[in-house]
Nanobody, 122 residues
Framework: VQLQASGGGLVQAGGSLRLSCAASGLTFSNYVMGWFRQAPGKEREFVARITMSGSLTYYSDSVKGRFTISRDNAKNTVTLQMNSLKPGDTAVYYC????????????????WGQGTQVTVSS
């Protein structure tokens, strides 16, 4: 199984970035997909998740209303559109896959991408 995240970079506060995650080696439509992030010196934290069909999404309070998660099961991809970025969003962002519904716990995600750096300058 491979999850390949991309799209990170350096952006000014208030700007936008779009992260993508390409999955291979698994039946993508059978997995809930999530995005997590980890800032220096902090634990990895949940950002967003989307159900297998894409019909339901869930966000952390810190990103709700600014970030949008979506997926394309035909292309085996999940994306995270990030708008109104803040310096506090600076972190390495990871995509992950789980068979569990409703999970925000890193331990319940079986597969992880390598991470992509997002840096938001003030």
């Amino acid at each position: 199984v491979q999850l390949q995240a991309s799209g990170g970079g350096l952006v000014q506060a208030g700007g936008s970035l779009r992260l993508s995650c390409a999955a291979s080696g698994l039946t993508f439509s059978n997995y809930v997909m999530g995005w997590f992030r980890q800032a220096p010196g902090k634990e990895r934290e949940f950002v967003a998740r989307i159900t297998m069909s894409g019909s339901l999404t869930y966000y952390s309070d810190s990103v709700k209303g600014r970030f949008t998660i979506s997926r394309d099961n035909a292309k085996n991809t999940v994306t995270l559109q990030m708008n109104s970025l803040k310096p506090g969003d600076t972190a390495v962002y990871y995509c992950a896959a789980t068979r569990r519904f409703g999970s925000t716990n890193t331990k319940e995600y079986a597969y992880w991408g390598q991470g992509t750096q997002v840096t938001v300058s003030s």
